[in-house]
């Protein structure tokens, strides 16, 4: 584990500061973005901390790129099943494809 980013390290202290919200209705998340979404793995950050604050059992899926930018994202996706070149599914987490199939998404 590195180090966390002051930004990141803020938002836990603050957190800290505050009483435990009782776990409420699940919630869905949804991410579109750039690199500063990705690289900063952004999604999984506010995953982490609703978990650990236990504000509320959520979901989280994301449609991110680096050096996109919302139409391209639109048009080309994510990228990730031609970049990973992966055989199941279920040993990465590439996030949706396409924004299309991220909102359409039964679970979002």
């Given at each position: 584990?590195?180090?966390?980013?002051?930004?990141?390290?803020?938002?836990?202290?603050?957190?800290?500061?505050?009483?435990?919200?009782?776990?409420?209705?699940?919630?869905?998340?949804?991410?579109?973005?750039?690199?500063?979404?990705?690289?900063?793995?952004?999604?999984?950050?506010f995953?982490?901390?609703?978990?650990?604050?236990?504000?509320?059992?959520?979901?989280?899926?994301?449609?991110?790129?680096?050096?996109?930018?919302?139409?391209?994202?639109?048009?080309?996706?994510?990228?990730?099943?031609?970049?990973?070149?992966?055989?199941?599914?279920?040993?990465?987490?590439?996030?949706s494809p396409?924004?299309?199939?991220?909102?359409?998404?039964?679970?979002?």
């Open positions: 584990a590195g180090k966390m980013r002051p930004a990141a390290a803020a938002a836990v202290a603050a957190a800290d500061d505050d009483e435990n919200i009782a776990p409420s209705e699940p919630i869905h998340i949804t991410y579109a973005g750039n690199s500063m979404l990705y690289f900063h793995d952004t999604p999984r950050f995953s982490n901390l609703a978990t650990t604050r236990r504000v509320a059992s959520q979901e989280q899926d994301s449609c991110l790129r680096g050096g996109a930018s919302l139409p391209s994202l639109f048009r080309e996706g994510n990228g990730m099943r031609n970049k990973f070149r992966t055989l199941r599914k279920s040993e990465t987490d590439i996030g396409t924004v299309s199939a991220m909102l359409s998404s039964k679970r979002h």
